[in-house]
């Protein structure tokens, strides 16, 4: 694999309080591989995406985060949030990471841990109608049970 993206993985997670909260993870040395088209019928153009990523099960994870299965990853409490990371369905990826030039892209910043905490409903929103290369993941597969730590890696689809 050619690594060729550092990406955003954006899971959301439900609060104590029940309210959505969207938890950023960096990831560098991902592979992206997008397909864009357009079609025209009657006067009308469509135009659809769709990504496929693959993150190598040796790449750089935001702060050494640990993988942890969907299910395992909706169990872990508020506090242990920032040492875990997952795929979920219907959860987003970005095509850059959300800091750059160490100029924070959004707040609520954590002056305890010195990184965004959370991202809020209305900043995802922003974040998804100004930038093209944001996807929601409608697939995924974790390939990190065989293999050699080369072929090793975890394969997300989105639309």
Known sequence: MIDNADIT???????????????PTMISGACWYDVRSMSQAEMQREGSARVVIRIPFNAT??????YLP??????????????YWTI?????????????ADNWLFDP?????????????????RLRSEDEDFFTIV????????????SKHWRIGGA
């Open 88 to 100: 979920q369905k219907n959860a987003y990826v970005l095509r850059r990471h959300i800091v750059q």
């Open 139 to 150: 697939e995924y597969a974790d390939n990190t049970q065989r293999g050699s730590n080369r």
């Open 109 to 125: 910043f954590s002056f305890r841990y010195g990184k965004i905490t959370e991202l809020l409903p209305e900043e995802l929103n």
């Open 61 to 66: 994870i935001e702060g050494g985060k640990i």
């Open 9 to 23: 993985i954006i899971n959301k997670v439900v609060g104590a309080d029940r309210r959505e909260k969207f938890v």
């Open 70 to 83: 969907e299910e395992e990853f909706k169990r872990v409490s508020a506090d242990d949030l920032g040492k």
